[in-house]
């Protein structure tokens, strides 16, 4: 069942999680890509993981490939939790 | 000096474990203090038995019936004793049968059924595991081969497809989780005294340079050790427990 999410919720989520995998800090913004991140797939299975624990959100690992910047995968949990 | 990450709470979950190896490594890994659930498929007395010596010993175990071949239960099955021992940190993909026949006598039902026990549904499992292991930084899948895979033996083509195929994920999902603290590695046993291994002809025992069958309590040693804090560097190995038959 999934928990309704404001953006603001989400973009720390996401925030946090990225910084638990080793982007630095600083870096992180909507526009940075992952590849510039070192973010790999192993790292957005997490991600999907805690998403779902979170939001109770389940992305497809189909879903998750599109993603290319923190902003994309910002908007794809959003637009599965409306 | 590095020192060796700490163990988070959590438990161990062996398939296959009322009796034979996975008995002997249910009972090694609840010593070590890991509460452990023991999965069986139909000896229910077996796995009752491991159950109390556990208990007897001053450890925590569940009993936990599923045949993990069956699509859907091994998520079930984690689910089940997740609810009453915490996250699962160490798998010990044990469950495996047997149905040997020349090659060209292999039913499709034999080939399926093998594969499906020994490979697939360790997989199944491993894949299910693998998240709580993720999250907590710690893991330890532990999955257990067999020297035959690596070497031949007549009348266990499908027996050999499945352990060599175990190996060959074993190495893979070692590396694709390195960096998350979960390990990954295989245990080769030998020629081991159990049930499993009735009836197997004596001329066996001849090419095994330690001239003996091991016991299921020296695997476990070797699966002990491959869940513990220290064996943190050691993954996506395969270690041969076989007096000395596959050097």
Do not use: H
């Not at chain 2, 993990?68 to 609810?83: C, M, P």
């Not at chain 2, 697939?120 to 035959?148: C, K, W, Y």
């Amino acid at each position: 069942m999934s928990t309704a999410a404001t953006e603001e919720q989400v973009e720390q989520v996401v925030v946090e999680a990225l910084a638990s995998f080793g982007a630095e800090r600083d870096s992180i913004s909507r526009e940075a890509t992952l590849e510039s991140l070192d973010i790999d797939s192993l790292d957005l299975a997490e991600l999907s993981q805690i998403v779902e624990e979170k939001f109770g959100i389940e992305l497809k690992g189909s879903d998750v490939a599109e993603v290319k910047t923190v902003g994309d995968a910002i908007s794809l949990i959003l637009e599965r939790a409306a | 000096m590095r020192a060796v990450p700490g163990r988070p709470e959590g438990f161990a979950l062996v398939t296959g474990a009322s009796r034979g190896i996975g008995a002997a490594i249910a009972l090694a890994l609840a010593s070590d203090g890991w509460p452990v659930a023991i999965n069986y498929r139909s000896d229910a007395t077996g796995a009752e038995r491991v159950l109390s010596e556990i208990e007897q010993r001053g450890g925590r175990a569940i009993c936990l019936q599923a045949d993990v071949t069956e699509r859907g239960r091994a998520q079930e099955l984690i689910r089940e004793a997740e609810g009453q021992l915490g996250p699962l940190l160490v798998l010990v993909n044990n469950a495996g049968v047997r149905a040997d026949e020349l090659a060209l006598n292999i039913s499709d039902e034999q080939w399926d059924t093998v594969l499906a026990t020994n490979l697939s549904a360790a997989f199944e499992l491993t894949r299910q595991a693998l998240r709580p292991m993720i999250r907590a930084r710690f893991g330890r899948v532990i999955n257990i081969a067999s020297v035959v895979g690596p070497r031949a033996n007549p009348g266990q083509a499908n027996y050999a497809a499945a352990k060599a195929g175990l190996i060959g994920m074993t190495k893979t999902i070692a590396v694709e989780v390195a960096r998350r603290g979960v390990t990954v590695n295989a245990i080769a046993p030998g020629l081991i005294e159990t049930e499993m291994t009735a009836g197997l002809p004596d001329r066996l025992l001849a090419a095994i340079p330690a001239r003996r069958a091991g016991t299921p309590e020296e695997v476990a040693a070797c699966a002990r050790f491959l869940a513990s804090e220290q064996a943190c560097y050691v993954t996506g190995s395969t270690i041969f427990v076989d007096g000395g038959l596959s050097a």
